[in-house]
């Protein structure tokens, strides 16, 4: 925690929801590049691995139960919910996000509105300036609000903006999920440096087998200071740079395409350089450019609750690329 925000060294009680792990598929087997707190795309990729069920060979499978994905997404809010505030009923939940309407995933969140209310709660679909505190209790459109469900990328909520659910969160008066401190926990790029440090694995407590396989799984990652900014610069075309507190691949770089005026940039703000790990590609016909892929894993609490991929032209992974985007992950029996 000691790189976190102060917000951040507050304990909620429970996890903080959902995590996305993505992987690269190297030569040397899965290499994980990147873990983030509310993951986008659960439910969609639930619906479009049940909808591809028809034309899947009989020899493959799913890694996971698709027909639970929902419940198992409901049972991570419950839970949320029942850690930070116990018996108490949960009645109301609004799905938060800077201008939700025109967020390229605005479709997901009517499907987590339709969940939540299937399983009978009120739920809305809100800008966080939308919300109002006042009298120890957040209310939207004059309903109050029990829970917020979390899409945020001012993960420590310091914007003008999110001053409301600021105050709220700070006072307990509102259940927040995910929240800053899973973000400082698990999301902050930093945390790559020491998860794969075996020095500091072993130090920390982990076991001999948990830190072999994270010194193995996670690329070499360094924080770019002014004692290694020359070695970084001559040794880029190595190396991934991506911002401490980054998202969506948003001013992630890889080395071989910067330019002085980026390292400048970069040099001065907090990043981090992480061993380039390129990615495994598909080819989708004879004729085709190929795209390259991850995979992504949603969890919760040490549990795999779905993968998918994610299928990309370019330096980063996008939703651009023609017959590119989400695609289900199917196991050879």
């Known amino acids: 925690m000691g790189w976190a925000p ?15 792990f993505d992987f690269h598929l190297s030569a040397d087997g899965a290499r994980l590049i990147e873990i983030n707190t509310n993951p986008g795309g659960v439910l969609l990729n639930a619906m479009l691995a049940r909808a591809q069920r028809i034309c899947v060979p009989k020899h493959m499978s799913s890694a996971t139960d698709m027909s639970s994905i929902e419940l198992e997404v409901m049972k ?12 108490l009923p949960l009645k109301s939940i609004a799905i938060v996000d800077d201008s939700p309407t025109e967020q390229y995933l605005y479709p997901e969140f009517l499907l987590f509105q339709e969940l939540f209310q299937k ?6 679909i809100c800008a966080p300036d939308a919300l109002d505190y006042r009298d120890g209790q957040v209310w939207l459109q004059g309903v109050p609000v029990d829970m917020v469900y979390n899409r945020l990328t001012d993960f420590a909520l310091e914007e003008p903006g999110n001053s409301k659910l600021h105050a709220a969160y700070v006072a307990s008066e509102v259940v927040l999920s995910p929240h800053p401190r899973a973000h400082a926990l698990y999301a902050d790029k930093r945390n790559l440096i020491l998860l794969c440090d075996s020095k500091f694995l072993t130090q920390a407590g982990a076991d001999s087998r948990s830190v072999a396989v994270l010194s193995k799984a996670i690329p070499s990652t360094q924080l770019v200071t002014l004692a290694n900014r020359e070695f970084l610069w001559t040794n880029r075309r190595q190396f991934f740079f991506k911002p401490a507190a980054g998202y969506g691949s948003k ?11 980026v390292w400048a940039a970069i040099a001065e703000g907090k990043f981090i350089a992480q061993e380039l790990v390129r990615p495994s590609e598909r080819q989708l016909s004879p004729d085709s450019q190929p795209l390259k892929v991850d995979i992504r894993c949603y969890a919760y609490q040490g549990r795999p609750l779905l993968y998918t991929a994610r299928m990309y032209q370019g330096q980063t992974t996008n939703f651009r690329t023609p017959f590119g ?3 289900p992950v199917l196991t050879v029996a």
């Open 325 to 327: 985007g989400f695609a």
């Open 251 to 261: 001013a992630a770089y890889r080395g071989d395409k910067l330019t002085r005026g």
């Open 76 to 87: 991570v809010i419950e839970v949320e919910w029942q850690r930070q505030r116990g018996t």
């Open 119 to 124: 399983h009978g709660y009120h739920a809305q």
């Open 6 to 20: 102060d917000l951040a060294k507050m304990d909620p009680g429970s996890p903080g929801g959902l995590l996305g």
